[in-house]
């Protein structure tokens, strides 16, 4: 297991289309969290997975976005009738319950035009 | 809720010197993690080194020592023998240890740059 990974990389969309990100976490952690990162900003949180179990969501998280672990393995965050404001990286980290420190991902990229 | 905050935008210092990062952060837990992470340019977000809030003693990790002081909400991060490999976006973050409630709460980052 090399680490967290995202997909896309990267994501262009114009606005008002849906885009969905995948997270595959670390094999054995059952923690997964969701990050958006605005340019020259520092991460910040979006929701939260204890397995399959949604267990938080920030109030940045507005009625469009909307995330699912199913099966407590991976993770997507889809966010519908993008705007332009959408436009930031999207970061996956996940942790051992206990452990503490989390492990990110490379991120993923939207531009919304 | 939680604050943190880094109050250097940018720092830029000489290979090899020694380099301190500030942060000071706010919480009302009092069982929480700090931690540093340092993120590269267009690499992803890595941790530098971890914290936990009942212990004492400061922790290390090789170049890399942190200045707890729980009474003042303060967390520094200092550098030793700064290498060009350490430029990079430097992150303080705090988070509950109770539990995965709101997850990481970060500051804004401090831009360090090591120069030749």
């Known amino acids: 297991d090399t680490g967290v990974s995202q997909n896309p990389r990267h994501k262009i969309t114009k606005r008002g289309q849906n885009v969905t990100f995948r997270c595959d976490p670390i094999?054995?952690?059952?923690?997964l969290y969701w990050y958006r990162q605005t340019l020259g900003q520092g991460p910040e949180f979006l929701t939260y997975?204890?397995?399959?179990?949604?267990?938080?969501k920030s109030r940045l998280l507005s009625d469009r976005f909307s995330a699912e672990r199913p099966k407590g393995s991976f993770s997507t965050l889809e966010i519908q009738r993008t705007e332009q404001g959408d436009s930031a990286m999207y970061l996956c980290a996940s942790s051992w319950e206990g452990a503490g420190e989390q492990f990110f991902g490379p991120g993923t990229r939207l531009t919304v035009l | 809720a939680q604050t943190v905050t880094q109050s250097q935008p940018e720092m830029s210092v000489q290979e090899a010197e020694t380099v301190t990062l500030s942060c000071t952060y706010d919480t009302s837990e009092s069982n929480y993690y700090l931690f540093w992470y340092k993120q590269p340019p267009s690499r992803q977000m890595i941790l530098v080194i971890r914290q936990e809030a009942y212990k004492q003693q400061n922790a290390t990790e090789n170049r890399f020592s942190v200045n707890f002081q729980k009474a003042a909400k303060s967390f520094s991060l200092k550098i030793s023998d700064s290498q060009l490999g350490d430029t990079a976006m430097y992150f303080c973050a705090s988070m509950y240890s109770g539990g995965g409630a709101d997850g990481l709460t970060f500051g804004k980052g401090t831009h360090l740059i090591i120069q030749p």
């Open positions: 997975f204890q397995n399959e179990a949604q267990l938080e």
């Open positions: 094999s054995e952690h059952n923690r």
